[in-house]
């Protein structure tokens, strides 16, 4: 080889080795998956449904069970958690009825709060809703009040919902509030403000004022290019609550009812008023958990100050027989109105900010019709008193529930915003 | 502590100032020489006809007859960006040009080489825009360490094998400045604000360390001329310790204006602000007043062999293999006087370089150099950092040598190239942390460096 070659030979070496480098690779960093650009950046916020709460608890993998965690696996967003490590804070139910087994006992109680865990985070949360969590609690700053949700710190970390919906630059949002707005009162039967037992029935206007706000402060945000908003649920929908009737017309029921709670009476039953005959009240499931506890009176009546049998124990006011923890024809009525008034705002306020809507009381009236929600609880099932489907305390759904509400998510999203979102394949709930 | 006289002279000569950050690996550098630099940094088994040569191979200073003196300096300038995942959002490094001197005096005479070689074998200067998201880690890293090796060589078999050597006398200096993450700070009850839910990357003060220290090594060479044209040559440079033992360290506080959203345990309970729980870090006798640091920082041992081949007429063909001890950067301990230690996990392991150059004299008189290299990193997949986002290297040179009579002048140009890689902008906390858990965006790399140096041979 000669040296001219050899030179030429070199030259074109570095000169090819220089436009192998030329320009810039495209980065290798991690993309959005179906949900494209859209999903970016998704947050969630709201209350403990959102937050994947479940038998009266809340740990990381109920928190991974929650329809916002599952929306964005199909999404494929990054989705970060305030993960909370097991035991939980506090730690599910293990059993029902029994305060006392929860997860991760016996080390584990009831009044265990695990810390938020240590694993690395890389970027914002992306799901900042917060249990317990009301209207007017999506913007609402710390105040010194006397607040003993130690999940709002935990969560929330000094700031707001709006607040570290924000840091996480979302560029698609989703709210489902307004929830614990009526199941409040609802589940104690009771609508005036009773300090420690209920808040009172709150306006529609109250919660609509908060909910807007929040609305128009997320759809304002530079970076959100959508959201779905989800409507709040009917309280009859609710398996907490089931009719009072039914405890005299199904005698199956009424023993179950018996057995789980032994009442410390001498015939060892709860006692139903007549006037629960042909009665249209709902009875909140709670009082159940009270007569268990020895916290209430054995005693269920579906209207307010029954007339007792002779010889009845005295029962003090403040059990407020018919009243707490029933919910009249009246009551439901309200209540609904309510709801109905709150979830057409909520709608009208999804079309104006250009955001979807989903209404999940149809879905779940379905549920309660075709038996995947028992229409009665079996109180004496430990781990399924309201069905399969639905945890510990009535209220909050387990996975297979989350997983049809992501569905129907995923088909509002898609029709709005013409996105590719595979659903979960999973059958429906039994 | 004062510098020797004549290092101080050197120093003044060559224009002292911070090293750059186009590193050989991790922190090294390489631009030591201009010659070499443009001959893609070979030099070890056919060295450059100039002073330089006492880095490149101590033995060579024989290969220089009289009086040899070569001084200079390279202008680096380095770009840089953070691209995080799913947001694609891109943050630009800040880097400012450094010109990184190297200074050499070399007298040969019967069979034997005297010389002194000033050279800064290692440099960082890593730094970012103020309110970059891993300014936690780093917002700005600078470390120069500069090196005196007064250097004896010997014709052991006059014209054909030469050895040599000589201490080598480190004096370096660190200056790091971080933002503070109240998400890793400890509450008194032990556990971190984090897993109150302080969210990571909430800046609550500012850090800044200084310090500097002295070390010492050895680096000795062998030169063997095999055939007429084949020469081989080896070197090796000892790994120097540095304990920064008398560094300075300072904070601030920045306002969070975060508020306790309800109660946890005292003193966090609902409404209180969280500045004015961390307040009294910063004053008195707080964790976060001024107050000593130190830390230690290993050198790494440098074991290079070369051959060139002067078979083509006027054509000097190199080929350099160097071996770096990086693993001796293990972790980077930072002990405060009062704060709380740290100990930052790196974990690198050895690199190593490949390296090819040609010269060839025009017309007899005129150099014209191009060189190639590619430097593998040591740096782990988990270490890539805002501190020292690591990666490997496509260098690519070329380069003048321009003859004046006795004197001479070299001019180079090098492309520092990388492909990129991942890396993170969190701490490491544990060893058992994954870089798919930690890393959370790309880190791009690339340098343009001229370097300049005049000869002058007597």
């Known amino acids: 080889m000669t040296r001219n070659q050899i030179l030429r030979a070199a030259a074109f070496a570095l000169a090819l080795g220089a436009v192998a480098s030329c320009g810039e690779d495209d980065p290798d960093i991690l993309q959005p998956g179906p949900g494209g650009a859209l999903f970016t950046s998704y ?87 917060v ?24 969560i929330l970390g000094g700031k707001t919902q709006i607040g570290r919906a924000r840091d996480a630059e979302p560029t698609f949002v989703s709210l489902w509030i307004g929830n614990n707005d009526v199941l409040a009162p609802a589940s104690v039967g009771v609508f005036t403000t009773v300090p420690g037992a209920s808040p009172g029935i709150i306006p529609p206007d109250t919660i609509t004022k908060y909910i807007g706000a929040a609305v128009d402060t997320l759809a304002g945000l530079s970076t959100v290019q959508g959201g779905v908003l989800i409507g709040v649920v009917d309280v009859p929908n609710a398996p907490r609550f089931f009719r009072g009737s039914a405890l005299l017309t199904d005698a199956e029921f009424k023993a179950k009812l018996d057995a789980a709670v032994d009442a410390p009476n001498a015939s060892r039953t709860v006692f139903v008023h007549p006037n629960c005959a042909g009665s249209t009240a709902l009875v909140s499931a709670v009082i159940v958990e009270q007569i268990k506890a020895g916290a209430y009176p054995p005693i269920i009546s579906c209207e307010p100050n029954p007339q007792l049998p002779p010889g009845f124990p005295p029962i003090p ?77 009535g209220v909050h759904p387990r996975r297979s529930i989350h997983v049809a509400v992501t569905n129907a998510l995923i088909g509002v999203i898609n029709t709005k915003y013409g996105t590719n979102i595979p659903t979960i394949p999973s059958p429906p709930p039994d | 502590m004062t510098l020797h006289r004549l290092t101080l002279c050197l120093m003044a000569a060559a224009g002292l100032a911070a090293p750059g950050a186009a590193r050989a690996q991790a922190f090294g550098l390489n631009e030591i020489g201009t010659c070499a630099l443009a001959r893609g940094f070979t030099g070890t088994g056919a060295p450059c006809r100039d002073a330089s040569v006492l880095y490149w191979n101590p033995a060579g200073g024989t290969t220089l007859p009289g009086l040899s003196v070569y001084a200079g300096a390279a202008a680096v300038s380095l770009d840089g960006d953070f691209t995080a995942d799913f947001t694609g959002r891109e943050e630009n490094a800040d880097i400012p040009t450094e010109v990184p001197p190297h200074a050499f005096v070399n007298y040969a005479r019967n069979r034997l080489a005297l010389g002194v070689g ?28 500069i090196y005196v090796q007064p250097t004896v060589a010997y014709e052991v078999v006059p014209g054909r094998v030469s050895v040599g050597g000589g201490p080598v006398i480190g004096h370096s200096s660190v200056e790091l400045r971080q933002a503070l993450d109240l998400s890793t700070a400890r509450t008194p009850a032990g556990i971190t604000f984090g897993q109150l839910g302080i969210a990571p990357g909430t800046e609550f003060g500012r850090a800044s360390l200084e310090g500097d220290a002295w070390g010492l090594g050895f680096h000795v060479g062998f030169h063997m001329r095999a055939s007429e044209n084949l020469q081989l040559g080896a070197r090796y440079l000892t790994e120097v310790k540095f304990a920064y033992d008398d560094a300075e360290a300072r904070f601030t506080q920045t306002p969070t204006n975060l508020v306790v959203n309800s109660n946890v345990q005292a003193p966090f309970l609902a409404g209180v602000p969280i500045d004015q729980l961390l307040a009294g870090q910063f004053t008195g006798s707080g964790a976060l007043t001024q107050q000593q640091v130190s830390t230690e920082i290993d ?19 190199a080929l350099d293999y160097e071996l770096f001890g990086w693993n001796a950067f293990a972790t980077l301990p930072v002990n405060f006087e009062r704060a709380p230690d740290r100990s930052l996990i790196e974990n690198y392991g050895n690199g190593w370089a490949i390296r090819t150059g040609v010269e060839y004299l025009l017309l007899g008189a005129l150099a014209a150099r191009a060189g190639f290299s590619f430097a593998k990193t040591p740096a782990p997949a988990a270490t890539v950092t805002p501190l020292l986002p690591d990666q490997d290297r496509y260098n690519y040179s070329v380069g003048l040598g321009i003859p004046l009579g006795r004197f001479g002048v070299d001019l180079g140009y090098l492309i520092v190239d990388t492909k990129g890689r991942r890396g993170r902008i969190v701490e490491r906390s544990s060893e058992s942390q994954t870089a798919a858990q930690l890393n959370s ?12 140096s005049l000869k002058a041979q007597f």
């Not at chain 2, 002067?310 to 000097?316: F, K, M, P, Q, S």
């Open chain 1, 317 to 393: 006011p403040e059990a407020r027989l018919g009243d707490l923890f029933i919910l009249s024809a009246a009551e439901q009525q309200t209540l609904s109105a309510i709801v109905a008034a709150v979830n057409a705002f909520i709608q009208a306020k999804a079309e104006g900010a250009n955001f979807a809507y989903y209404d999940p009381n149809p879905a779940l009236a379905a549920l309660k019709a075709s038996g995947a929600v028992p229409e009665l609880p079996d109180f004496t099932s430990p781990t399924a008193p309201f069905g399969p489907n639905v945890s510990l305390d």
């Open chain 2, 441 to 452: 965006g790309f880190y791009r790399l690339n340098a343009n460096v001229f370097s300049a």
């Open chain 1, 43 to 129: 947050v969630a916020l709201g209350n403990s449904l959102t937050a994947g709460w479940q038998s009266g608890g809340i740990n990381d993998s109920t928190q991974r069970e929650s329809y916002a965690y599952l929306l964005a696996q199909q999404a494929g967003a990054r989705f970060i958690i305030p993960a909370l490590p097991r035991p939980g804070c506090p730690p599910p139910l293990a059993e029902y009825l029994n305060p006392l087994a929860v997860v991760g006992a016996p080390t584990a109680t009831p009044r265990t709060c695990t810390f938020r865990s240590t694993e690395v985070q890389t970027a914002p949360i992306n799901d900042v809703a």
């Open chain 2, 299 to 317: 050198h790494p041992f440098q074991f290079a062999v070369g051959l060139g081949y002067t078979g083509l007429a006027n054509t000097t063909l």
């Open chain 2, 118 to 145: 000033v050279y800064v074998p290692y440099g960082l200067t890593s730094q970012w825009e103020d309110d970059f998201t891993g300014r936690f880690a780093a917002q700005r890293a600078s470390l120069a360490t």
């Open chain 1, 131 to 154: 249990p317990l969590a009301f209207a007017w609690d999506i913007s609402r700053a710390p105040t010194p009040t006397g607040e003993s949700n130690p999940l709002q710190t935990f």
